[in-house]
């Protein structure tokens, strides 16, 4: 391959924050609440101009997690700011019907069900309020180029945007960009599962809108339905293959959208039509960081209490073992250690690409856990911070008691 040397050049520092987070997704929208509630100067960073990842950007519009699916489901294991969202929807008429078979609970504080359907636009709104509403400075349509590394600290990040290449000065970073690519480029170790033994595929979401009374057992909100739609395994670290991906599931939708007419023909009676196709496929694993601990699929059958928990996931294993194994307990913990990567100081992972397994992560990769992971990520990045520690050396009880103080489920 040809090479081009690239001039060096000084670049601009526009900013200088407590804590930086890289990628405005469910976990990175709680973990920048998070750290802007408890006093630290916080920037976001998200590549689109709204918040919420794959649940807006992907129409992924299902929200799991929340308790155990089936009994044992009495205790609501995720709850805090997660919590505090669905709630907000609700007084908004942000809430849709889950397709999930799950006990109904009142939806009221500490009494959520399993999952709920939510209007993406009003997410959106939800979202982004909260994060202005805690002083979270946000910085759209910025991508994330490059960690600014002092041997193995890192001191910063450099984004691109529409101003151009600058730098942005942080005490702590917070990975939030779902594939671990802040950790990944400042040279911590990770994995990935291969391309033939991956076991979740990818898929674009549409949304059908006309649908009035018609049958259809799908993620609903008044006369629209999101549907999963063209579906593929592709590998999703590398600008080609996504492109792949997008061009091939884009261009399937039409037949795909006549077959699920084929098969419900009161929806195609009602006029349905293809309303929406989401800005972005819905990619569900890419990288895994290796941290100071990785989550094991026996931790997540046996509901492993671990003593630095400031997470838990209830959510089913939906694929790995051929079928949708449900937990036969109240949800395994996640441990501080899986956010703290081996190697590289002054970053915290959160969401999707924290330290696991491919079998826990099937459950906690559930955008409920995902948020109450976020919270865990965005208060300890404060605390480093303010206190002026790595966050491998952060005192786990101090971010214990400021999460279950601030509403998080530990069980502690």
Not at 72 to 88: C, H, S, W
Not at 171 to 200: C, M, N, Q, S, Y
Not at 293 to 302: E, Q
Not at 381 to 393: D, H, Y
Request: hydrophobic share 40%; charged share 25%; with cysteine.
């Amino acid at each position: 391959m040809a090479k081009y040397r690239e001039p060096a050049r000084e670049i601009d520092i526009t900013g200088e924050y407590d804590v930086v987070v890289v990628g405005g997704g469910v976990a990175g929208s709680v973990a920048a609440i998070a750290s802007a509630r408890n006093k630290a100067k916080t920037l976001l960073i998200e590549q689109f101009g709204f918040l919420g990842g794959t649940a807006t950007a992907s129409l992924m519009n299902n929200i799991n997690g929340f308790r155990n699916q089936v009994e044992p489901d009495g205790t609501q294991t995720v709850k805090g700011i997660a919590e505090e969202i669905i709630l907000r929807l609700k007084e908004i008429g942000g809430l849709g019907k889950s397709p999930y078979k799950q006990k109904d609970y009142p939806t009221t504080k500490g009494n959520l069900s399993y999952s709920y359907c939510i209007d993406p636009e009003k997410f959106k709104y939800t979202v982004l309020d909260m994060a202005v509403e805690s002083d979270v400075d946000v910085l759209f349509h910025s991508y994330f180029s490059m960690p600014i590394l002092e041997k193995d600290k890192i001191k910063g990040i450099i984004v691109e945007n529409k101003s151009g290449r600058t730098a942005i000065a942080a005490k702590i970073v917070i990975d939030a960009t779902g594939d671990g690519d802040v950790a990944a480029r400042a040279g911590a170790p990770f994995w990935e599962a291969k391309h033939e033994d991956k076991k979740l595929v990818d898929g674009l979401m549409y949304k059908i809108s006309g649908i009035k009374d018609a049958p259809f057992a799908n993620c609903r909100y008044g006369d629209s339905s999101v549907v999963w739609g063209p579906a593929m395994v592709w590998g999703h670290n590398d600008a080609w293959e996504i492109s792949h991906s997008e061009i091939a599931t884009r261009l399937e939708v039409y037949n795909h959208f006549k077959h699920v007419l084929d098969a419900n023909p009161g929806l195609k009676a009602s006029g349905a039509y293809v309303a929406e196709t989401p800005v972005m496929l819905g990619i569900r694993q890419t990288r895994f960081i290796e941290s100071e601990y990785k989550l094991t699929a026996d931790d997540a059958i046996t509901g492993r209490r671990f003593e630095d928990v400031v997470a838990i996931s209830s959510a089913p294993i939906i694929n790995y073992y051929g079928y949708r194994r449900f937990l036969t307990h109240e949800g395994y913990d996640i441990p501080y250690r899986s956010l703290v990567p081996r190697k590289i100081d002054n970053v915290v992972i959160t969401g999707r690409c924290i330290s696991s397994e491919q079998q826990p992560f099937e459950s906690h990769r559930s955008m409920a856990p995902m948020m109450a992971i976020g919270q865990a990520s965005g208060t300890a990045a404060a605390l480093c911070a303010k206190g002026g520690v790595v966050p491998r050396k952060l005192d786990v009880k101090l971010l214990q008691k400021t999460l279950k103080d601030q509403g998080q489920e530990l069980r502690i």
